[in-house]
């Protein structure tokens, strides 16, 4: 089996709805259920054996190796983060805490249950560290898109913290010979994403008829992925990435953010028509984002020629299914927004700090 940090997070829920539908290996899902951790993200695989969940910290070094020790995974995959920049500029403490010292506690934990392997499931063992193409910097418009050997220029707490967390990774391989992957992607996109990022907000802003808030002048550059091509590269890498090398995952799909929004006002008028008119009236520039990186672009060249990936989805297939799910799941928007399935985990939670369910 393997242990997944953050699985009820974006991503992580994603990858571990993904993993269960392409085969049969069991999970355990250890995550904290923050404000982005949500259970009914899992509501598909909620009666399935192969899944277990746990709530818990991975700054729970305890915790975790009971939890290694029970289950016996032949792989950790690390997704748990604070992953908001706007957050991490309001209170970036929190991001030291989970991104950096919980990346600490689980490698060492993980260390520790490594070093009690047998040789053949030492051999097997690989830590898989989630990052961020954000631990590069910020690229000018004619720079050559970032590739694995470019030095880190992380810009904002979130990204300064990724970044720590990516070196520790990389030091727990050269050090003690830790068997890690990591993989640092761009901005995924799709379903189960927290609207306070900028599609889901968009399109839940949009909805409501809400102003579209647009930093700067809307120019900033970002690559977009849809999140389980995100979630198949990370499969890939497992299966067959080298130890100790990084890979950058990456859609080949550059945009300013206007250039989004716009395209979410059209397909929102299309999909559902609004009788107050087109959307894009209601885009309005805000204050910039402070530190705001401009451009954001991967090569994911490596990835494609060692593991033969590559995304499968075109932004316009992928952007289209995003509206689409959103538009049909308003309910888990609404209650993620109004807090109610926050009040639904501490019903069901309160007393369970750390214990398997
Ligand atoms: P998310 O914020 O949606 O989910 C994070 C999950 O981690 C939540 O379920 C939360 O409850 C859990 N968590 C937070 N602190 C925890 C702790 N101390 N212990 C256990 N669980 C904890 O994030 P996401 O967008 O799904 O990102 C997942 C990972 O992928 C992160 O490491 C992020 O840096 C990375 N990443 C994200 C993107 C993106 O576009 N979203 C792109 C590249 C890389
Ligand atoms: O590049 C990968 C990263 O992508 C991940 O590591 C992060 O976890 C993830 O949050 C994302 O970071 P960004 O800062 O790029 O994503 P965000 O959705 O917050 O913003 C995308 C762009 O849109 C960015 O240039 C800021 C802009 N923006 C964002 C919001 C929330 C706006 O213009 N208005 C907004 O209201």
């Not at 069991?26 to 746990?54: S, W």
């Not at 990936?309 to 538009?327: C, D, N, Q």
Request: some cysteine.
């Amino acid at each position: 089996m393997i242990l997944v940090t953050g699985g009820a997070g974006f991503i992580g829920s994603n990858f571990v709805l993904d993993w269960l539908a392409n085969g049969d290996e069991p999970v355990v899902n250890l995550d904290l259920l923050t404000y982005a951790g949500n259970m009914e993200n899992l509501v598909a695989i909620g009666q399935d054996k192969r899944h277990t969940f746990v709530r818990g910290d991975i700054c729970d070094r305890a915790l975790v190796a009971r939890l290694l020790a029970e289950h016996r995974p032949r792989a950790i995959l690390h997704f748990a983060a604070e992953s908001h920049v706007d957050r991490s500029i309001l209170g970036p403490g929190e991001f030291v805490r989970t991104n950096v010292q919980g990346t600490f506690e689980l490698l060492e934990a993980a260390r520790a249950y490594w070093n009690s392997l047998d040789a053949g499931a030492r051999a097997a063992f690989r830590f898989l560290h989630v990052s961020t193409d954000e631990v590069y910097g910020s690229l000018g418009p004619a720079d050559p898109a970032f590739t694995e050997t470019r030095g880190f220029e992380p810009n904002s707490p979130y990204s300064a913290s990724k970044a720590a967390s990516d070196h520790l990774v990389r030091a727990w391989f050269h050090t003690y010979g830790l068997p890690v992957l990591t993989t640092n992607c761009s901005n995924n996109y799709g379903p189960f994403q927290f609207p306070e990022k900028l599609i889901p907000l968009m399109i839940q802003r949009a909805l409501a008829g809400e102003p579209l808030p647009v930093y700067g002048d809307g120019l900033n550059v970002r690559d977009w992925l849809y999140v389980t091509d995100h979630c198949t590269a990370i499969r890939r890498v497992l299966e067959s990435g080298r130890l100790g090398e990084t890979y950058n995952i990456g859609g080949w799909n550059e945009k300013p953010n206007i250039e989004i929004v716009r395209g979410i006002c059209a397909l929102l008028d299309e999909m559902a028509p609004s009788p107050a008119g087109p959307r894009e009236r209601l885009i309005t520039y805000v204050k910039d984002r402070p530190g705001h990186d401009r451009r954001y672009a991967i090569d994911a060249r490596k990835i494609e020629s060692e593991l033969g990936w590559r995304p499968a989805e075109s932004f316009e297939t992928g952007i289209r299914k995003t509206v689409r799910w959103y538009l049909d799941h308003r309910h888990w928007s609404e209650r993620v927004t109004s807090g109610a399935y926050r009040d639904w985990v501490r019903e069901n939670y309160g007393d369970r700090q750390g214990e398997a369910t």
